[in-house]
């Protein structure tokens, strides 16, 4: 929530961080570090809890889910959890200090299961091995 708040607004974007963790001791510890923001730190479950309201943009990962839920999960993001033209962001972080790096291509995932990718990214380390691979789908504005 932090850095993305200092890197959107290092490009001059300001945006409002809000955080969902299915592990209630890590978001007391997310709030106690981010007071200004603890209202805004929730405890669920992505497929059960519901938002207070729906956001713009919203930022998953796929590895916390089990490979045969996952798409459900998708979906149920981009239904309940954005406004109609949101934008929906899912990333796979690995790591080149493992000897295969575990950066899932999510574009490509997001393609089997028929979605509109409309944008796409990854970084690597300076070994060049690819550690985060980031693909994004917009909610069709209705």
Not at 5 to 19: K, V
Not at 42 to 67: C, I, K, S
Request: glycine share 8%.
């Amino acid at each position: 929530m932090e850095s993305l708040a200092d890197w959107t607004g290092e490009d001059g974007f300001r945006i409002e961080p809000y955080g969902l963790d299915p592990i209630p001791s890590l978001a007391v510890l997310a709030r106690e570090r981010l007071p200004r923001w603890a209202d805004r730190i929730f405890v669920g479950n992505v497929m059960a809890w519901r938002p207070p309201f729906r956001f713009d943009f919203v930022r998953t990962e796929l590895e916390y889910v089990p490979r045969h839920r996952q798409p459900n999960v998708i979906e149920y993001l981009l239904n309940e959890y954005l406004v109609p033209g949101g934008r929906l962001i899912v990333c796979s972080y690995g790591s080149s200090s493992r000897p295969q790096p575990k950066t899932e291509p999510v574009g490509e995932i997001l393609r089997d299961w028929n979605y509109e990718v409309v944008g796409g990214a990854e970084a690597a380390d300076t070994n060049g091995v690819v550690i985060t691979r980031v693909a994004w789908i917009d909610r069709p504005p209705n």
